[in-house]
Each structure stands twice: as structure tokens, then as C-alpha cells.
Nanobody, 124 residues
């Protein structure tokens, strides 16, 4: 069965960077799209990054917002999200999910096979 699992969240001091991972099982990432989303207190789930594996050799197309970056390692079946210069307002639960493309990556409505999420807390 196709599953996504996030890992790497935790406590982050303000101004530091954090990398979280999304590992897929039960499917290959070639020609797949993975979106990253977050839920912060008082707000609905929002898209923050997206990556599509456009070739079987691991070439990717990426879209990001703000202080985020995204990359992938097809050999490890894993997608990475990096948050730079973390701020307290970045605190929340971070999710990855499967999509069809990154055209409307800020909306979670067309994504599926959600992971359980990983908690990120930015605090001194």
C-alpha cells in the first residue's frame, strides 16, 4: 500500500534551520508529485513547497514559498523540506502528500495519501 511518512521535526531555536523528511513506501517517486503543507495554530492547512520528479533519472521541478526549500533523493525514495531562519510563527505540524502536479501547490484539496505529520516547534 502507498504510504508517506514524515520525520525529523522537533524543537528549533529561532534563526536556525531544520530539515524534515518525507519517505514513501509502496510506490516509486518517478513522475510523482509531493507537496509539503503545514498547520499553524489558528490557521487552516496551507501549501508551502512542492516537487515533481520529472524524469526517471531523478530530475525534478520545484516550487517553494518564503524561507522553505525542497529537494528529493529518488534512490532513497525520500523528499526533504528545509526551513531556514526559523521563526516562532513557523511552529506547527508539517505534512507531506501525493499530488498530480505543483500548479496549485498552495491548496491541499487535490492532494492525497497524507502522512501523519511531524511537529515543529520554534522556541528558545
Amino acid at each position: 500500500q502507498a504510504q508517506l511518512a514524515e520525520s525529523g521535526g522537533g524543537l528549533v531555536p529561532p534563526g536556525k534551520s531544520l530539515r524534515v523528511s518525507c519517505t514513501a513506501s509502496g510506490l516509486a517517486l518517478d513522475y510523482r508529485t509531493i507537496g509539503w503543507f503545514r498547520e499553524v495554530p489558528g490557521k487552516q492547512r496551507e501549501g508551502i513547497a512542492c516537487i515533481t520528479f520529472t524524469e526517471r533519472n531523478g530530475k525534478t521541478a520545484r516550487r517553494v514559498k518564503g524561507r522553505f526549500d525542497v529537494s528529493g533523493d529518488m534512490t532513497k525514495n525520500t523528499v526533504y523540506l528545509v526551513l531556514d531562519s526559523a521563526k516562532p510563527e513557523d511552529t506547527g505540524v508539517y505534512y507531506c502528500a501525493l499530488g498530480h502536479d505543483c500548479l496549485n501547490f498552495d491548496s491541499p484539496n487535490s492532494f492525497h495519501h497524507w502522512g501523519r505529520g511531524t511537529q515543529v516547534t520554534v522556541s528558545a
